[in-house]
């Protein structure tokens, strides 16, 4: 079956401006988060959905960053007034169940946004 | 909160060899514990995970090993292949998240 898809590949933005990052988990995947990577480290966790609310958004930089999964599904993460040190690839993963520890975490192939 | 050190940063192996990466993890809640193995441009990829009530976990080529007394675990891959070249990632869970480690970028020189 398909794995977790992101949407765009790459995006490059102008400093200030506002981006939106779209996530399609696995289907019937309860749990959903949004992961950021800079160059040469290790997933840094931003927020984490179970079902269309936000069990975790204690890794959020900031409120220029939101994010939302109306549906239960799809999920968006929004940037508003980027700034440079926003470039990063940010990852989204879903899990069967979020509810349990246990659950793996499925991967996306991650959204290059670069700001200029 | 918890906090995830990896080590090595960089290890080269000849083909053949054995290939170990170790990790350390400071919130004894903590009690999942997945390797990742990332290819460039790639998001990661689970390879094998270990539960805390688990000492050790075998998949073939791969072994995971935890000593939750110490809170550390180490990921071993023997007879390592060209292919088994990317960067590998380990991860202890908080609640429902991921911490991970700094990551190993392992390269296997035929």
């Known amino acids: 079956g398909a794995g977790v898809s992101q949407t765009p590949s790459n995006k490059v933005t102008e400093k200030g401006k506002y981006v939106e990052l779209r996530c399609d988990p696995i289907?019937?995947?309860?749990?959903l988060y949004w992961y950021r990577q800079s160059l040469g480290q290790g997933p840094e966790f931003l927020i984490y959905f179970q079902g269309t609310g936000a069990a975790d958004d204690s890794g959020l930089p900031n409120d220029r960053f939101f994010a939302v999964r109306p549906e239960g599904s799809v999920s968006t993460l929004k940037i508003q007034r980027t700034e440079r040190g926003d470039s990063a690839v940010y990852l989204c993963?879903?899990?069967?169940?979020?509810?349990?520890?246990?659950?793996?975490?499925?991967f996306g192939p991650g959204t290059r946004l670069t700001v200029l | 909160g918890e906090n995830v050190e990896q080590h090595p940063s960089t290890l080269s192996v000849q083909e053949g060899d054995s290939a170990v990466i170790k990790c350390t993890y400071s919130d004894s809640a903590s009690n999942y514990f997945p390797w990742y193995k990332q290819e460039l441009g790639k998001g990661p990829q689970l390879i094998i995970d270990i539960r805390s009530n688990v000492g050790e976990k075998k998949d073939q080529r791969i072994a995971v090993t935890l000593n939750k007394t110490a809170k550390h675990f180490s990921l071993h891959i023997t007879e390592t292949q060209p292919e088994d070249s990317a960067v590998y990632f380990c991860a202890a869970n908080q609640g429902g998240k991921l911490i991970f480690g700094q990551g190993t970028e392992l390269s296997v020189k035929p």
């Open positions: 993963a879903s899990s069967a169940n979020g509810g349990f520890f246990y659950a793996e975490q499925f």
């Open positions: 289907s019937g995947h309860t749990a």
